[in-house]
């Protein structure tokens, strides 16, 4: 049982580049959701998804794509690489509950992405 | 400004001492959620506690929830070099619509505890 799992660890892009990150989940949890981390700020949510097939936008959707195919996995895209998305990305999931938030969420080790 | 807040920014204690953060909060809640997340690594959740509830308590972990205070306290006993991480409170809230939950994610407190 691995949990949350995210590809790849690290990543240099230049501006303008674009990128998939992959997360996949192995507890068949319905929702996911994928998280920028920046130095003295809490984590932002970028999209999220209730279930296979579905996404949506979070508190800072812009320059981000998101697909969710099959349940245990959601991409984010990046379709033109800026500098201001240099950043810490983690995944996390969470089980079905009486809304997206009423249970805890497992985190994966995070995707540290840098744009020059 | 955040939902929610920790306080302090930063603690440091020796091992063996408890270490109590505290996180305040603005609008109601459905639930708040304690992480904790180790230099370079992902967010561990800690304890869950619903807004209905008051204390919870997970093996060193003690939350209490004030909703009339808007504020909740983590306490971790009897230390460890170990214990070292950042904690975070996350607030699970209605949305500015009213129609979705929303949960947000304070600056966390880095805790350092001294062997």
């Known amino acids: 049982n691995a949990g949350v799992t995210q590809t790849p660890k690290f990543r240099v892009l230049k501006t303008g580049q674009s990128m998939t990150l992959l997360c996949a989940q192995d507890?068949?949890?319905?929702?996911m959701y994928w998280y920028r981390q920046d130095p003295g700020m809490g984590l932002r949510l970028i999209h999220y998804?209730?279930?296979?097939?579905?996404?949506a936008k979070g508190e800072v959707p812009d320059g981000y794509n998101v697909s969710r195919l099959k349940k245990q996995n959601f991409l984010l895209g990046l379709e033109s690489a800026a500098p201001s998305q240099t950043s810490v990305y983690f995944c996390?999931?969470?089980?079905f509950g009486q809304g997206m938030f009423s249970y805890e969420q497992y985190f994966g080790p995070g995707t540290r992405l840098t744009v020059t | 400004s955040q939902q929610g807040e920790e306080d302090p920014q930063a603690l440091s204690i020796q091992e063996g001492e408890n270490a109590t953060m505290n996180c305040s909060y603005k609008?109601?809640?459905?639930?708040l959620q304690w992480y904790r997340q180790n230099s370079g690594r992902g967010l561990v959740h800690l304890i869950l506690?619903?807004?209905?509830?008051r204390e919870k308590h997970s093996g060193r972990l003690r939350v209490t929830l004030d909703t009339s205070k808007k504020s909740s306290s983590l306490l971790i006993t009897a230390s460890r070099a170990a214990d070292t991480a950042s904690y975070f409170c996350?607030?699970?809230?209605?949305?500015?619509?009213?129609?979705?939950?929303?949960?947000?994610f304070g600056k966390g407190t880095l805790l350092t505890v001294n062997p």
């Open positions: 996390a999931s969470s089980p």
């Open positions: 507890m068949n949890h319905e929702y």
């Open positions: 998804s209730v279930g296979e097939g579905t996404t």
């Open positions: 609008t109601s809640i459905n639930n």
């Open positions: 506690i619903r807004s209905n509830e």
């Open positions: 996350a607030t699970v809230a209605k949305n500015s619509g009213g129609s979705n939950y929303k949960l947000t």
